[in-house]
């Protein structure tokens, strides 16, 4: 039983440590196809391959040995200079590594490999390695001192140290790495011998080795001054290892606590090479000596300072954490200062340490981003062969950390990004030299902490989005009207790509371009609560960035109270807050409470909005605070009742049948004891999206949140008798000006406004049938109620080098005109719509505006 | 059809006059007076979250889900949390009876004339003196419903490997 469950111990082992290899192997290729001279490179791959075949060996997944077995006699051509790798070699060998992993996978499953056929690609192996040595598959002579030499100190410590020291000595001496070399020699065998009978030809080969050798071995005997030590010496240092040790105990002996590492033969690999790259003796007879020390660090990772844990126990550790986090808090909430000195200060001690351990715990569940990473160089390879492109990858910054569980998160976003990068970003090689590139494109990666956030570029020095294209395919889709479309900023457009079924690919590629994806890509990003942005240049290449907070598990939140209700809200989200100012209210243009931030419009949203069920209360606007969010680009108000406190907080997450709401990211316990729920910012957004689509006859009113599908949203005022309107995208703010400011300048009325000279427009004069000369009740009733309040309401219209206020009477709303009601008008109306079932003129701002420039004294008497 | 499997343990509480049961072995305890968080804009059979020692537990008005129609600012005092899948969930009930060896009763299947919401939730019908219990089906009563052609379904699957 015991024994049974030693074994999935270590076979479950030995596939989280040999896939781990594998991904290295990955890069390591990919790297060594581009400097195949690399002895250490081959080497560390050399030795990953060989590990992985003693240890299927050992394990009896013989598939799997087989297939290991014929990759690493075609590396050890290589590593001894017969061959060197191309890019039909790296190929091959990935491939290879690819059925690995597949074999491995077979493994978990079924606890065995014995249903895997690897006879093709073996052959294919077998075939490179013959085909390539042709009919004298003798191993050089380089190679041979390298087996020497090593050997030689093997037998020294043999001879001086006690007898089970010798046979680890010899174990990771090259006494088995003869073995290899012996086998490959003769030629390649597709199955390789038991342990002891490895042992045992390494015996027996070993002596003939003297005979082509000898050359190099004398000269490697020279330099090396146990060199003399004949190798009928080794071979009765093998003997003396068979006779001390039954052969299968010899994969333990040099690990006995990791058994998975059994093939211990594989360290002295870098001796060899380091010999055969006629590296000085010394060194060489370094690496001997020390063994598996230099390879200890590069194959298993420090084996004394690491241990692997188990995710789900950092995950329980991390839900006990939270509860003490939790406990402390309920204490300092509960310890007054009419609490007694010594638990003042255990609380304080308590709160301390908890804090120490949070932290301390967080770190370990931190990873640097680059584990993520080192598959990226076999990916965009394998992209780029496919596509038949020139790809070189650069990255930045892979030491950076974050959150295990994010890390997982944005893998495939990540994988998505940069396969687009390379497939759809990058032109081929010809389109690159005549755009006057480099022939070579650039992916580049840089990735940083940036205010508890992780920062993740991935550019690009490609063909850059075509806005245009993105613009018209938004409108073919009717996902958005043309005019929705042009009214957007380039970077607004660029974001475009992250509607759903959008892909501009002009062919759909194995790769990419199928429409799905860019939309996953955001809406993974934003379950984990980062942001994605996109810039970019035609011909320039284009700059994805994800913002990525560092951890989920405990966020700084602030707590605001709504009625009686108290919630959270990520600190993440939070730009300002803003106690609503008694003399500045809360103005509600139609359905829509806008507020003046320093000038700025604010769109708010009210609680109520979100939080409320059944009939909505009456909104109050007053007495209030204002959380200002930005939340998928979008930056509004969420107007509170009281804000109470900022606190870090555990978050908790909803039971699965409540993820669906998307009001909430979670709950979370407070000091009191008290459960309260964590808003979702974006989720608000989400929310309020919703309704505003669910309720067409009140389509106005939340229009600062979305895109506007195919209406022109509208300012709608009085000016006298008139109803008239004003894109909103031509104000930039709306003021009120006090009569006693306003100044008359060479006959025109201006006021100082932020610090320039703003030119005052009135309507009344410009608009046919309405206004002074119109002389109606309602211009006069209006001006005298203007007069009554003692100030202007003013559009403000700015553009660089002008500032013009235009005067109204009254807003009433802000609403979507319908573009089929609608019928071209005479300056300065640029067109009559109906909104609201009722005829309004909207007003040509920029005509308007300049056509007042060069203003004729005519306006100022418009007053 | 459900009445051939009979439960020999049974929790017993009221809703209302309806006097109900789960299997004794999914009541992981039962609370009284628990403070509860409401959370908008969900179903109206969530009636809000407890905290049971730091675990935050979805509390479901188990009137609600039965389609008992009890005044709106009727709070059930008790709280009976039951183990699931999916963690911790809390039943809200006015008051709870004992348990109940039904080792000798007959388990009759329900009545077809009860309505739609009990005959989902409702497994099988014990006749007592003057009195029925309804026997429930925790993972059917705790859930939140939505659609019920799926959420049955899940139901089915997980009845089976209960089954096993």
């Known amino acids: ?49 060989h590990t992985i075949k003693g240890t299927a060996a050992f394990l ?60 093709e690609m073996s052959a294919r192996l077998i075939a490179l390695a013959n085909g390539d040595t042709g009919p004298s598959p003798e191993p050089t002579p380089a190679a041979r001192p390298a087996e020497t030499a090593p050997a030689v100190e093997a037998v020294e410590e043999a001879e001086t140290a006690p007898a089970v ?71 009765q240092l093998v003997h003396e290892l068979e006779a001390a040790e039954a052969p299968p105990v010899l994969a333990f002996v040099d690990a006995p606590p990791a058994p998975t590492v059994a093939p211990a033969p594989v360290p002295p690999a870098p001796a060899p090479a380091a010999a055969a790259g006629a590296a000085p003796a010394a060194p060489t007879a370094e690496h001997g000596a020390d063994g598996d020390k230099p390879t200890g660090a590069a194959g298993r990772s420090s084996t004394e300072t690491s241990i692997r844990v188990d995710v789900a126990l950092l995950d329980r550790l991390m839900n006990l954490v939270s509860e003490l986090v939790l406990a402390r808090n309920q204490i300092n909430q509960n310890t007054g200062s009419d609490a007694s000195a010594g638990l003042q200060a255990a609380a304080q001690q308590l709160d301390i340490v908890t804090g120490d351990l949070q932290q301390a715990l967080m770190e370990t569940r931190m990873q640097p981003i680059g584990n993520l990473w080192n598959r990226l160089p076999r990916m965009i390879r394998d992209l780029a062969t496919q596509l038949d492109k020139r790809v070189s990858l650069e990255m930045e910054g892979s030491e950076t950390e974050l959150d295990k569980t994010l890390l997982e998160a944005i893998r495939d976003p990540l994988t998505h990004i940069i396969r687009n990068a390379v497939d759809h970003g990058l032109e081929d090689a010809a389109a ?153 209210p809360i103005e509600l243009v139609g359905d829509t409470p806008l507020y003046r931030l320093r000038g700025e419009l604010l769109p708010l949203l009210h609680w109520s909005d979100v939080l409320a069920d059944g009939p909505l209360p009456a909104k109050v606007w007053t007495d209030k605070y204002i959380v200002v969010l930005e939340a998928n680009g979008r930056i509004f108000g969420f107007v509170v009742d009281a804000v109470e406190n900022t606190e870090e907080i555990v978050v908790k997450p909803l039971r699965a049948h409540l993820k669906d709401l998307d009001t909430f990211a979670g709950s979370t316990v407070l000091g009191d004891g008290s459960v309260a729920l964590i808003l ?73 406004y932020r610090g320039r000279l703003m030119r005052l427009v009135r309507l009344q004069s410009l608009l046919p049938g309405g206004g002074w000369s119109g002389g109606g009740g309602g211009g006069f009733d209006d001006m005298v109620e203007a007069e009554a309040a003692r100030s202007l309401l003013v559009l403000v219209h700015e553009s660089d080098d002008d500032v013009a206020g235009i005067v109204v009477d009254r807003i009433i709303e802000v609403s979507d005109a319908d573009p089929n009601g609608s019928r071209p008008g005479n300056y300065p109306v640029r067109v009559s719509v109906l909104i609201d079932g009722r005829v309004t003129d909207v007003i040509d701002i920029e005509a308007v505006v300049a056509a007042t420039r060069g203003d004729t004294p005519a306006m100022s008497g418009a007053w | 059809m459900a009445a051939t499997k009979t439960t020999q343990l049974l929790a017993t509480f009221w809703v209302g006059h309806a006097h109900l049961a789960i ?44 389609g008992i ?50 005959q989902y939730l409702v497994t099988g019908v014990h006749q007592l003196q003057g009195d029925l219990l309804l026997v429930l089906d925790v993972a059917r009563a705790t859930e939140v419903r939505a659609g019920a052609s799926t959420t049955s379904n899940d139901n089915q699957s997980r009845d089976n490997r209960e089954e096993f």
């Open chain 1, 1 to 49: 039983m015991s024994d049974a469950e030693d074994m999935s111990e270590i076979i479950a082992e030995f596939l989280v440590e040999s896939r781990e290899n594998l991904d290295r192997l990955d890069e390591e290729f990919v790297t060594l196809e581009q400097d195949p001279t690399s002895a250490e490179l081959l080497g560390s791959i050399f030795r990953t391959v």
């Open chain 2, 69 to 118: 129609h009890q005044p709106a600012d009727h709070n059930p005092p008790f709280c009976v949390v039951v183990r699931t899948d999916d963690g911790p969930v809390s039943l809200l009930v006015d008051s709870v009876g004992g348990v109940l060896n039904t080792e000798d009763l007959r388990c009759d299947p329900p009545p077809d004339t009860l309505d739609e919401a009990m």
């Open chain 1, 680 to 752: 979702d910012p974006i989720g608000i957004t989400r929310v309020v999206d919703l309704q505003a689509g669910d309720e067409p006859t009140r389509g106005g009113e939340h229009d600062q949140f979305r895109i506007k599908a195919g209406h022109e949203t509208v300012l709608v005022c009085t000016s006298g008798s008139t109803r008239i309107g004003f894109p909103l995208d031509g104000i930039t703010r709306l003021e009120s000006i006090p009569l006693t400011s306003i100044e008359h300048a060479s006959g025109v009325e201006v006021v100082t």
């Open chain 2, 23 to 66: 299997d004794a072995h999914h009541v992981q305890e039962v609370l009284v007076n628990q403070p509860m968080v409401r959370v908008p804009r969900t179903e109206p059979s969530v009636r809000g979250l407890i905290n049971l020692r730091g675990q935050v537990v979805t509390a479901i008005g188990l009137a609600d889900r039965l």
């Open chain 1, 60 to 119: 009896d997944f013989t598939r799997l040995e087989q297939l290991t077995h014929a990759g690493e006699n075609l590396l050890s051509l290589m590593r001894d200079g017969a061959m060197s790798l191309d890019s039909t070699l790296t190929t091959v060998l990935l491939q290879m590594v690819d059925r690995v992993r597949a074999i491995l996978d077979v493994v978990e499953a079924e606890g065995t490999d014995a249903g895997m056929d690897v006879a």
């Open chain 1, 165 to 235: 020291e010798a046979v680890e000595e010899a174990e990771t001496a090259p006494a088995v790495e003869a073995v290899e070399e012996a086998e490959t020699a003769p030629a390649v065998e597709a199955e390789a011998p038991e342990t002891a009978a490895e042992v045992e030809i390494a015996a027996e080969t070993g002596d003939p080795v003297d005979e082509p050798g000898v050359d190099t071995a004398e000269a490697a005997a020279h330099e090396s001054p146990g060199a003399e030590i004949s190798l009928a010496e080794l071979d």
């Open chain 1, 432 to 584: 690159r030299l005549a755009a006057g590139k480099p022939e070579t494109g650039t992916v580049s990666l840089r990735a940083r902490h940036e205010g508890g956030q992780v920062i993740v570029e991935i550019s690009d020095d490609g063909a850059g989005l075509n806005l245009e294209a993105i613009g018209a395919k938004v409108v073919d889709r009717g996902l958005m009207s043309a005019e929705a479309v042009a009214d957007l900023s380039e970077r607004e457009l660029a974001n475009l790509v992250f509607l759903p079924g959008l892909s501009t690919a002009k062919a759909i590629t194995k790769v990419s371009g199928r429409g799905v994806g860019m939309d996953v890509v955001k809406r993974s990003i934003d379950e984990i609560g980062g942001t994605i942005d996109i810039q970019t240049e035609l011909g320039k290449g284009t700059v994805f960035t994800l913002r990525i907070p560092l951890t989920l598990a405990i966020i700084p939140a602030l707590r605001v109270r709504c009625a009686d209700e108290r919630y959270l809200i990520p600190q993440l989200n939070v730009l300002e807050l803003h106690r609503v100012d008694p003399t500045a």
